[in-house]
Nanobody, 120 residues
Framework: VQLVESGGGLVQAGGSLRLSCAAS????????MGWFRQAPGKERECVAV????????YYADSVKGRFTISRDNAKNTVYLQMSGLKPEDTAVYYC??????????????WGQGTQVTVSS
């Protein structure tokens, strides 16, 4: 089972990035897919969640209206489109597969993470 994130980088405040998470190794149709992030010195927090069979089920209040989670079932890929980025969005972003919800303990599979840095 593998989750591979890509698309992170350095961007100025107000800019946009799109993160991708490619899933392989098994059928993920029964799983929820989540994007989490962890900034230095802070706990890991859930950013957004989506189910393969339906659509987005959760957005953190801090990203509502700015971030959009989506999926491409044919490619087994989940995306996180981020716009209106702020310096406080700077973190390592992780993709995860599991039962769903906003608690990291409900996710069994994790990617290696991709760094997003927003400069002011």
């Amino acid at each position: 089972v593998q989750l591979v994130e890509s698309g992170g980088g350095l961007v100025q405040a107000g800019g946009s990035l799109r993160l991708s998470c490619a899933a392989s190794g098994r059928t993920f149709s029964s799983y929820a897919m989540g994007w989490f992030r962890q900034a230095p010195g802070k706990e890991r927090e859930c950013v957004a969640v989506i189910r393969w069979s339906s659509g987005p089920t959760y957005y953190a209040d801090s990203v509502k209206g700015r971030f959009t989670i989506s999926r491409d079932n044919a490619k087994n890929t989940v995306y996180l489109q981020m716009s209106g980025l702020k310096p406080e969005d700077t973190a390592v972003y992780y993709c995860a597969a599991g039962l769903g919800g906003s608690t990291s303990a409900r996710y069994d599979y994790w990617g290696q993470g991709t760094q997003v840095t927003v400069s002011s």
